[in-house]
């Protein structure tokens, strides 16, 4: 064995070799280390900085092929261990648990007690370290806030075996910097989340959906009104009732058919008020709009496959009946295919985009020059298939690069936390 192994295997964490399964994005790790403790990832992250070697960690696996390509990886650190629930103080509305834990055990625990984590629980297999390090959020986020706002304290390891928490406990301090705020979207270049500490609500008594479909084609030149005004003018009819909607999402499947609007309502006669909500939105919604106790079947999911690119577009509220029509002429002029879902009232569409890499590439620039350009908006591109990816920034234009440079500087000198997966090669 190599001095490195050596080193590894001294720490006492359970280590072995890499096989089939274990690439990030791509790239095959030496060997996985599954710690069970934030101590032993301590303990692996002092063997890599003793060893230079790089480490990526990982909690479900659904979505290492997020972001860019590591440089290198020689260890993946594994969390799946990790799984236990630490604390959950019922009185007090807050738990504590393991990076390893999936989001589906998390619910079942807090269910116990008539709670839950405002989150929406995405694909199965999903653990807090992975949610966070992602940073994606679903429908409620309109309601609750997203991970981060609901994150009230997390412990993370740091490249050179530091365990630092901020919130609740202090165990070490990494001065001025919110860590919670900083590690949710880094994507595993900053260190490795070794548990978190969350805000919690209580389970709503019932929830209700409103569903109404657009039929009208979604044109910015045309004088008849358009799907997107439609949507436009609901909208805040609906955000800005008394009736408390927790989410609204659309799912346009095709830019050239009908989109559908969902409006979530939770809590205290959540029937009543979806059909208060189904009598505001019936004019504008062209009579279409129903009242279900399901959500419709694309509700709190990304609208494509996982061999499909997908986008992220971040903007005002107010410039969606802009974006979306530009959307439609992006499609257009591009060759691509969209399909796009997301909330419109925080701003914050999925699109899964199929196509030739050089549509793909096409339909990315003119969205980000709308976007970007003209709203103040952002465009991610999330995960796309390596022969788009290679002729794509993924991240577009990002004006806090040389602080967020400095940031990894700060808790990464060495460049050993996931090299090169994020903004600007970080
Ligand atoms: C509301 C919502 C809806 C979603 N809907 C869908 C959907 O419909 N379809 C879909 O495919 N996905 C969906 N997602 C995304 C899905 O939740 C991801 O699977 C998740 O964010 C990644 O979790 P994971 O444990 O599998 O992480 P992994 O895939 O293991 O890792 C993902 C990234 O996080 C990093 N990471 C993981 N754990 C840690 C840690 N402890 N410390 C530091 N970095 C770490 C990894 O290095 C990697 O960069 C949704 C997410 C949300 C929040």
Redesign the pocket.
């Known amino acids: 064995m190599d001095a490195a192994g050596i080193a590894l295997a001294a720490t006492g964490v359970d280590i072995r070799a890499a096989g089939d399964g274990d690439e990030?994005a791509g790239v095959r790790p030496r060997r996985v280390a599954l710690p069970e403790s934030a101590e032993e990832i301590a303990a692996v992250m002092r063997a890599c900085a003793a060893h230079d070697l790089a480490a990526?960690?990982?909690?479900?696996?659904?979505?290492?092929?997020?972001?860019a390509r590591p440089e290198r990886c020689d260890v993946l650190?594994d969390?799946s261990r990790?799984n236990r629930v630490l604390e959950h103080t019922a009185g007090d509305l807050v738990v504590r648990a393991q990076?390893?834990v999936?989001?589906e055990a998390l619910a079942d625990t807090l269910a116990e007690a008539g709670q839950e984590l405002a989150?929406?629980?995405?694909?199965p297999?999903?653990?807090?370290?992975?949610?966070?390090?992602?940073?994606?959020?679903?429908?409620?986020?309109f309601r609750y806030g997203?991970?981060r706002d609901l994150l009230i304290g997390v412990t993370?390891v740091l490249a050179d075996g530091t365990i630092a928490r901020s919130g609740g406990k202090v165990v070490k301090n990494v001065a001025g910097y919110d860590l919670g705020k900083l590690?949710t979207g880094?994507?595993?270049?900053?260190?490795?989340?070794?548990d978190a500490t969350f805000r919690l609500h209580p389970l709503p008594a019932a929830r209700a959906w409103v569903t109404a479909t657009v039929e009208r084609p979604v044109t910015r030149t045309e004088r008849v009104m358009s799907a997107a005004d439609i949507l436009l003018t609901a909208v805040p009819a609906v955000t800005e009732s008394p009736l408390e909607p927790s989410a609204v999402e659309i799912d346009w499947p095709d830019v050239d058919g009908p989109c559908t609007l969902a409006v979530l309502v939770e809590g205290a006669a959540a029937t009543e008020r979806a059909k208060a909500l189904c009598e505001l939105l019936g004019e504008p919604m062209g009579g279409t709009a129903e009242v279900t106790e399901e959500p419709p079947p694309w509700w709190?999911?990304?609208?494509s496959?996982?061999d499909d690119t997908?986008l992220e577009l971040r903007i005002e509220v107010s410039s969606l009946p802009h974006m979306l029509p530009a959307l439609r002429e992006a499609a257009h002029a591009s060759g691509a295919r969209p399909a796009i879902c997301g909330s419109l009232a925080a701003g914050t569409l999925?699109i899964g985009l199929r196509g030739l890499p050089n549509e793909i590439a096409g339909f990315v620039g003119l969205a980000r020059d709308d976007a970007e350009g003209m709203y103040g908006g952002r465009v991610v591109v999330l995960a796309a298939p390596w022969e788009a990816a290679r002729r794509l920034d993924p991240w577009g234009r990002v004006g806090a690069l040389p602080l967020m440079r400095r940031v990894k500087e700060r808790f990464d000198p060495g460049r050993r936390?996931?090299p090169g997966?994020f903004v600007g090669g970080i």
């Open positions: 990030v990526v960690a990982t909690g479900g696996r659904t979505k290492l092929h997020w972001g650190v969390l990790m990076a390893g999936t989001l989150l929406d629980v995405p694909v297999g999903t653990t807090v370290g992975g949610l966070l390090a992602t940073g994606i959020a679903g429908p409620r986020r997203t991970a993370v590690f880094s994507y595993g270049t900053l260190g490795v989340i070794a709190n999911r990304l609208p496959p996982d997908l999925h936390l996931s997966r």
